[in-house]
């Protein structure tokens, strides 16, 4: 895999952890969001360490929870568009004719599902 990829990967992980809106999040359901990402434990790691040394999270490795450190939010209305075609859901796999995408300064993430697109947001 070419290393741009992988930046690209690093990059839009710590950009979907940059707009959590709980206080605190289980590392379980972290990585969980992060699987929209990436699927690889490296690269997880690297998105975790990334974004901590940024200041977009803290982590508390005791309690094995993430707190956001920013107040940036998303935007629903803006921050997530949709898109009609056949696509399979970056969380779930199903095959979907409606796609949800979440649009970050890092590039496109998705396309979720109506249920998985409200889970890797935080709305569910």
């Keep these: 895999m070419p290393d741009h990829e992988y930046g690209d990967d690093i990059e839009r992980g710590v950009a979907l952890l940059r707009v959590l809106e709980q206080e605190e999040l289980p590392l379980d359901e972290v990585v969980d969001r992060l699987e929209a990402v990436t699927v690889h434990p490296r690269k997880t790691r690297e998105i975790l360490r990334e974004a901590t040394e940024r ?9 094995a929870a993430v707190r956001p450190l920013g107040d940036v939010s998303l935007n629903f209305e803006s921050d997530v568009v949709s898109r009609e075609g056949e696509f399979a859901c970056q969380r779930c796999g199903e095959s979907l004719l409606t796609g949800y995408f979440i649009q970050v300064e890092a590039g496109e993430i998705g396309a979720f599902g109506s249920t998985c697109i409200r889970k890797v947001t935080g709305r569910e």
Excluded: Y
Aim: charged letters at 45%; zero cysteines; a neutral charge.
């Design 55 to 63: 200041g977009v999270i803290s982590r508390d490795r005791d309690q």
